[in-house]
Every structure is written in C-alpha cells, then in structure tokens.
C-alpha cells in the first residue's frame, strides 16, 4: 500500500488525480525520523493509519 504508484501518461491529469506518490512519501518521511507506518482495515468499516515516531531527545 506504501508503495509508489504511477499511472498511465493518459491518465495522469490534475482532473483525474494524482500521480499516487503521496503514500510512498509519507511512508520515506516517517522512516527517515526512525519511525514505522502501517495501515489496515478500521471496524466497523474504514481504513486506519497508525504511525510511531521516537520521542525527542
């Protein structure tokens, strides 16, 4: 799910979206600040986004 995602030149428009890196980057941030992302699905229904990031020195 954290993966880059990159769509065909026809259907890469600001009409249609994005180009689906936004995942990808937010998944390189949180790791770069030693920290993990995860994602499943949320009950009753939904998606849930669960990130940690280490304390501040």
Same mark, same amino acid.
């Given at each position: 799910?954290?993966?880059?995602?990159? =769509?065909?030149?026809?259907?890469?428009? =600001?009409? $249609? *979206?994005?180009? %689906?890196?936004? =995942?990808?980057?937010?998944?390189?941030?949180?790791?770069?600040? =030693? *920290? $993990?992302?995860?994602?499943?699905? %949320?009950?009753?229904? *939904?998606?849930?986004?669960?990130? $940690?990031?280490?304390?501040?020195?």
């Amino acid at each position: 799910m954290f993966d880059a995602f990159y =769509r065909p030149d026809v259907a890469r428009t =600001r009409e $249609t *979206g994005g180009t %689906g890196l936004g =995942r990808a980057i937010v998944k390189t941030c949180i790791e770069a600040c =030693r *920290g $993990t992302v995860a994602a499943r699905l %949320g009950e009753p229904h *939904g998606l849930e986004v669960c990130f $940690t990031l280490p304390a501040a020195a």
